[in-house]
C-alpha cells in the first residue's frame, strides 16, 4: 500500500473527502487507519466513572482501566506497546486526548512498530478524540457506552450542564470529579477558560432531589450568564441570588467562585456559607491560607447581606494547587471506618504529586477509593475541583 509521505497529507485527504464526514466513528477510524498504512485502529471511550475502557468496535471486548495495559495509557497519557495475540503484530496503546480532557485510548494495529507508525497513530489519535468531542453531544451512542446503569432524572439534568471534567493550558489545568455518577442531586462543579483567567466553582445545593438538581443548574446558569457579559465576582453571586430568589424561591446553595489571574497567580474568590479550598504548597498543605469568613448562602442572601459579596485575593505561587469540595468528601468514611477528614484529604493529593501522578488520576482514585470502602454507597454527594497554576517559565 502507498502511503503518502506525511500523517498531516494523509488525514487532510481524509477530512477533505465529504463522504468521509457523516461517518460513524468506528468505520471513521478504520477507514483512516487504512489510509495511514496502518493494519486497524479501535477507539475504547471511558466510561463516566472512569473505571472501563468499552470499544466502539463491537468485536473488541471491554477492559478494566485499574488492570490492563490500555488503562495504563489511559491514567498517564502514554504510549503503550505489546505483542497482538492475534496476528503476531504489535498493539500501540496511545491516549484519546482533546485539549486536556481525557477520552479514552486508541489501540493502533501495525505488523512493527518504528517512529513512522507512531507519528501516523499519533495523528490519527489527536483526529479521533476531536471527532469524539464533536460528536457525543448529539450521538447517544457515545453516552450509551460511557454508562455502566442507568441513571436518575437529577443526575440526567444536571450531567448536561457540566464542563468537561478537565480543561487546561500551558500555564493551568482544572479537573473535577463528582460521586455518585448516577443518582447525584445538588453537586455541581464548573470551569472555564478566557483569555488570561481561569474561572473554577463549586455549588452545594440543599437537599439530594430533582428541586437540588434543578438549584444547582439554575446557578451554574446565572453564573456562566453573568460571566459571559464581564462581570466581576460579586455580581455573579448576586446574579445567583437573584436567579433563585426569582426561579426557586425556597432552595439555597453554598458554593465558592473564584478567578486566577494566569498571567500573576493572583486568585480572587467569594465564599458562600461553603468550606473553604485548600492550598497545597511545595507538597504540604498549608493550613489556614485559604480561609476567610463566609458570607451566607446564595440564595436568600438579600434578606441578610446589604452590600456586594467580600472578595478575598491571595498570591499563587508556581506549582500551588488549590482543592475546592464539598462536605461530602471530608465526612465519607475510608477503609478503616474513620472519616477522610481535612488531613487526609490533602495527603492523597500530597503524595500523588510527589510520584509525579497527573491532577486527573489524582482524584480519580481518590474517589474511587472513597466509593470503594463505602460499597458505593456515599453518606453525601461528594465533589472535587483541584486547579494548578503553572506559569511558562523562560
Aim: hydrophobic share 45%; glycine share 8%.
Amino acid at each position: 500500500m502507498t502511503v503518502p509521505e506525511s500523517a498531516e497529507g494523509v488525514l487532510g485527504e481524509f477530512l477533505a473527502d465529504p463522504r468521509n464526514l457523516p461517518l460513524d466513528l468506528a468505520t471513521a477510524a478504520a477507514r483512516a487507519s487504512r489510509a495511514l498504512g496502518l493494519r486497524g485502529a479501535v477507539v475504547y471511550i471511558a466510561d463516566l466513572q472512569q473505571r472501563r475502557l468499552t470499544p466502539l468496535n463491537a468485536t473488541a471486548s471491554q477492559l478494566t482501566i485499574d488492570d490492563s495495559l490500555a488503562g495504563w495509557s489511559y491514567r498517564t497519557q502514554s504510549l503503550r506497546v505489546e505483542e497482538d495475540e492475534d496476528d503476531g503484530g504489535l498493539v500501540a496503546w496511545l491516549p484519546l486526548v482533546d485539549g486536556s480532557e481525557r477520552l479514552g485510548v486508541l489501540a493502533v494495529r501495525a505488523p512493527s512498530l518504528d517512529p513512522g507508525v507512531l507519528r501516523r497513530g499519533r495523528a490519527l489519535a489527536a483526529l479521533l478524540a476531536m471527532m469524539v468531542t464533536s460528536k457525543r453531544t448529539y450521538k447517544d451512542s457515545f453516552v450509551r457506552r460511557s454508562r455502566t446503569e442507568p441513571m436518575e432524572l437529577p443526575a440526567e439534568l444536571l450531567r448536561a450542564y457540566l464542563p468537561p471534567r478537565t480543561i487546561g493550558t500551558t500555564h493551568t489545568v482544572s479537573t473535577a470529579v463528582l460521586e455518585p455518577a448516577y443518582q447525584v442531586g445538588g453537586d455541581a462543579y464548573d470551569h472555564a477558560l478566557s483569555e488570561n483567567t481561569l474561572h473554577a466553582g463549586i455549588v452545594d445545593a440543599v437537599g439530594h432531589n430533582l428541586a437540588s438538581g434543578l438549584t444547582a443548574v439554575v446557578s451554574l446558569a446565572a453564573c456562566r450568564n453573568a460571566r459571559r457579559t464581564g462581570a466581576d465576582l460579586p455580581d455573579l453571586a448576586a446574579a445567583v441570588d437573584d436567579a433563585l430568589m426569582e426561579w426557586m424561591p425556597d432552595q439555597f446553595c453554598t458554593a465558592v467562585l473564584a478567578r486566577v489571574d494566569l498571567s500573576t497567580g493572583l486568585m480572587r474568590w467569594v465564599n458562600c456559607g461553603h468550606p473553604p479550598p485548600l492550598l497545597i504548597r511545595d507538597q504540604n498543605l498549608v493550613v489556614g491560607a485559604l480561609e476567610r469568613p463566609a458570607q451566607p448562602p446564595m440564595g436568600y442572601a438579600s434578606q441578610f447581606v446589604t452590600g456586594p459579596r467580600e472578595v478575598h485575593e491571595f498570591a499563587l505561587r508556581p506549582g500551588d494547587r488549590v482543592l475546592m469540595y464539598t462536605d461530602g468528601v471530608t465526612e465519607a468514611r475510608t477503609a478503616d471506618g474513620n472519616e477522610l477528614g481535612l488531613d487526609r484529604f490533602a495527603d492523597h493529593v500530597i503524595r500523588a504529586t510527589a510520584a509525579g501522578e497527573l491532577a486527573p488520576e489524582t482524584l480519580r482514585r481518590l474517589i474511587h477509593s472513597l466509593l470503594d470502602a463505602q460499597d458505593h454507597r456515599l453518606r453525601d454527594d461528594a465533589t472535587i475541583l483541584l486547579f494548578e497554576w503553572r506559569p511558562v517559565t523562560s
